[in-house]
């Protein structure tokens, strides 16, 4: 079997990343003919065209595109190696990489690390705000080092280290009629403008809450993310059930939150790389993730109980 020499796939991602073979050269440091030799070698390595000559460059083929995923796949894990290496050479040097569903990922995190910083100050965080089968994705292939899942997932190469509980909370615009009450309950959503948030357990325990209770909200608006969702409560569109995450980063620009009777739990699981030991920065990070989420709770149950006492 032939074998593909490392040098025909930096020229192939050169190519696919800059448009030209021109570019390419420039990028890996070669000449233009070197890279057009290097291209046709490794076509004929794996047997495949990979580029359409056209009068003023090359257009990469089906094949090529299907390749260059598998190939960035590829780099991407040899820069966790540089990355790595990194770490482990200049000490106290730490950095840590978190996928995190956007709820959390778009604002919790953010100020999660600042304080994860008081004690550890070289700390060099990076943060993706996925979707949750991004999330378990980057987990499954080393992308980073911890994901947050507002799923529980099964997959045979992440290890589900942790699940969270936390009740859905209701997040209502400024001087909403709404907000004279201090829980809201399924009947309230009656002919109320309502923002669907589109994630499929979430949509299941609503729509059982809401048929169990024989009423039909009135969609004004759906989206896919939570923070997406209150933002629009923010700009008066409606009202919206979220996790509490989202809702928490929406106050700062106008909503008011509520807690939902009878409650609706929202999961989200912490998950790791099954065949990676964890450094202790990220047994460091969940704990500290795990005492904001212990504060957040806390501050539901003490609004919901307040609730209670109006009552």
């Known amino acids: 079997m032939p074998t593909i020499n ?10 696919m990343l800059t448009g030209g073979i021109t570019r390419a050269a420039s990028m890996i440091h070669l000449t233009q003919p070197a890279v057009s030799r290097l291209i046709k070698e490794f076509e004929a ?42 770490e482990l050479r200049q000490e106290p040097f730490q950095s840590i990489s978190i996928a995190a569903f956007p709820g959390m990922g778009n604002g919790f995190l953010p100020r999660m690390v600042r304080k994860l910083r008081g004690n550890a100050p070289d700390l060099i965080p990076s943060i993706f705000s996925l979707g949750s089968t991004e999330v378990i994705d980057f987990v499954a292939d080393e992308k980073c080092d911890l994901g947050l899942a507002a799923t529980i997932p099964e997959h045979p190469l992440i ?8 009740p859905f909370v209701v997040a209502l615009p400024q001087n909403h009629p709404l907000l004279a009450k201090p829980f809201l309950e399924p009947k309230d959503f009656a002919d109320q403008a309502f923002i669907l948030i589109s994630q499929s357990v979430m949509n299941l325990r609503l729509g059982s809450m809401f048929a169990a209770h024989e009423v039909t909200p009135n969609i ?7 923070t997406t969702g209150c933002a629009m409560v923010g700009a008066g569109l409606g009202i919206t059930i979220t996790d509490p995450f989202a809702a928490e980063d929406a106050k700062a620009h106008g909503v008011v939150v509520r807690p939902l009777r009878p409650s ?12 990676k030991e964890p450094f202790s920065i990220v047994t460091q990070t969940m704990k500290v993730i795990q005492g904001e989420v212990a504060r957040l709770r806390n501050e539901n149950e003490r609004l919901d109980t307040s609730s ?3 009552t």
């Open 159 to 166: 290890s589900v280290v942790g699940i969270e509980t936390i």
């Open 6 to 15: 490392p040098k025909q796939v930096a020229a192939f991602r050169a190519v």
């Open 308 to 310: 209670t006492h109006k």
């Open 220 to 226: 004004v608006a759906r989206t896919m993310q939570s």
């Open 264 to 275: 609706i739990p929202f999961e989200f699981a912490y998950v790791l790389p099954s065949k």
């Open 45 to 86: 390595t794996v047997g495949l065209k990979l580029f359409e000559r056209t009068g003023s460059g090359i257009v990469p083929t089906r094949e090529a595109n299907v390749m260059f995923a598998e190939v960035e796949r590829l780099f991407t894990g040899l820069d966790r190696i540089m990355q790595l290496a990194i």
